[in-house]
Each structure stands twice: as structure tokens, then as C-alpha cells.
């Protein structure tokens, strides 16, 4: 029963990173340095959000510094996500409107 619990942890950890793989890199590479990146700043978070009833002592906590430190992980790798959609979007946009212009003046010929 403990043998099929670790494998079923080390299966979710495997899917979770090749969904961030898939997110953050052109060829789904789960070992990329971006996806290690955002593993280590999600750890972050979790690790603080989830105390599971363990006291910490006010100096333990994490300062603002180091808070912004992990948040920009995220919006740094994100926003080269976001880049590349709204580029192709852009593209399909204009895409379109060009088919959708020869469409109107009868050249769908």
C-alpha cells in the first residue's frame, strides 16, 4: 500500500511539471530551467500557505523582499507566455481580417 502511495506522489509530481513544461517551453521540457524556476518559487508559496499548524516565529517569517523575489519568477516567466499568445493572436487577427476583405469583394474565388 505505501509503494502505491509514493509511486501515485512521484506520478503527480512528474504530471504537474510537464504541465508547467508544457506552459513555459517549446519542446514540453520538463528538466528546462524556467520550469525549475517556477517549481522552486510555487515551493515558496506552498511551504507559506500551507503551515499545516506549525507555529512560526515572527522572525522566521518571509520578508517583503524576498516575497517580491518569487512573485517576479512568476510574472517574468508569464510574461513571455503572454507575449507569444497575443503575437499570434495579432497574427491571426490579421489573418483574418485579410481573408475575411477578399471575402467581401467576391475573391474567395
Known amino acids: 500500500m505505501f509503494d502505491k502511495l509514493v509511486k501515485t506522489a512521484i506520478q503527480e509530481k512528474r504530471r504537474s511539471r510537464d504541465h508547467v513544461a508544457a ?15 517556477w517549481v522552486e518559487a510555487r515551493g515558496f508559496f506552498v511551504e507559506w500557505t500551507h503551515l499545516e499548524g506549525r507555529q512560526r516565529h515572527q522572525s522566521e517569517l518571509p520578508g517583503d523582499g524576498e516575497i517580491r523575489e518569487h512573485i517576479e519568477v512568476f510574472e517574468e516567466l508569464l510574461d513571455g507566455v503572454m507575449t507569444d499568445f497575443f503575437a499570434l493572436r495579432h497574427s491571426i487577427d490579421d489573418l483574418l481580417n485579410e481573408i475575411n476583405a477578399k471575402v467581401a469583394e467576391g475573391g474567395d474565388e
Do not use: C, M
Open 23 to 37: 506552459l513555459l517551453t517549446d519542446d514540453g521540457n520538463s528538466d528546462h530551467a524556467a520550469v525549475k524556476r
